[in-house]
């Protein structure tokens, strides 16, 4: 089992940066992926990112390719988010999820964290 806690949330100006972690407990944290979800008010949780657990392979949603990039140090169990060139419309909660391969649909993942609220600013 995986126990996953999100941190590094903040309000943050446009154009700003802030980098997401997710601390998981569990002896085989290396052999799962791992995702970023978000969900703003009144709208579903959308995929942000995910990251394998075999060649380290990463995926993005089209809305934050090439400004934000997964990564992960399996020797510290944390999952990483940077997200760079924020902008209003990526505030939300977000969430790290690990499941047992990369997807960009949230039932595909079997452990969720409580999330971190990222405001964005104009």
């Known amino acids: 089992q995986v126990q996953l806690v999100e941190s590094g949330g903040g309000l943050v100006q446009a154009g700003g940066s802030l980098r997401l972690s997710c601390a998981a407990s569990?002896?085989?944290?290396?052999?799962?992926?791992m995702g970023w979800f978000r969900q703003a008010p009144g709208k579903e949780r959308e995929f942000v990112a995910a990251i394998s657990w075999s060649d380290g392979s990463t995926y993005y949603a089209d809305s934050v390719k090439g400004r934000f990039t997964i990564s992960r140090d399996n020797a510290k169990n944390t999952v990483y988010l940077q997200m760079n060139s924020l902008k209003p419309e990526d505030t939300a909660v977000y969430y790290c999820?690990?499941?047992?391969?990369?997807?960009?649909?949230?039932?595909?993942?079997?452990?969720w964290g409580q999330g971190t609220q990222v405001t964005v600013s104009s």
């Open positions: 999820a690990a499941g047992r391969s990369p997807s960009r649909l949230a039932f595909g993942y079997d452990y």
């Open positions: 569990g002896r085989t944290f290396s052999r799962y992926a």
